[in-house]
């Protein structure tokens, strides 16, 4: 049983089903194969305006830097339209008292102009 947890959101217009597939495509084999945590699934809003990727990790931090290079590369993370969080939780879903992390993910590691996020 995984103790951690990560979830990636993504806020912003046009979130698409396909884009959340495509990003989990690339994630699968560096996330299945490390043993390190698994992808749990994906919601997204009907109307496009948000969606969020789910993984199970025996330590969330870990399991983020493997995945961030893959992340900060992915057509999704880098919309101009598009804000993508994680949330790394030091925690079962359920455990109401575990610590919270929040990092923003930025296209190729670069820091967000103003004006191409609005």
């Known amino acids: 049983m995984f103790e951690h947890v990560l979830v990636l959101t993504f806020l912003g ?3 698409t089903l396909d884009a959340l597939d495509d ?3 690339r994630l ?3 996330v299945e194969e490390s043993g390190i945590g698994e ?3 994906n919601d997204i809003a009907a109307d496009g305006s948000g969606g969020a990727l789910y993984l199970d990790a025996h330590d969330a931090e870990a399991l983020f ?3 961030r290079p893959i992340l900060e590369d992915d057509p999704l993370v880098c919309s101009p339209t598009v804000n993508t969080v994680a949330i790394l939780r030091f925690g079962r879903h359920e455990d109401e008292d575990a610590e919270e992390r ?3 993910v930025t296209c190729n590691g670069q820091p967000l102009e ?3 996020r609005r």
């Open 102 to 104: 929040l990092t923003l």
């Open 39 to 41: 992808i749990d699934g």
């Open 13 to 15: 217009a046009g979130i």
């Open 28 to 30: 699968f084999p560096v």
């Open 114 to 116: 103003q004006d191409a």
């Open 65 to 67: 830097e493997m995945v």
């Open 23 to 25: 990003l989990e495509d």
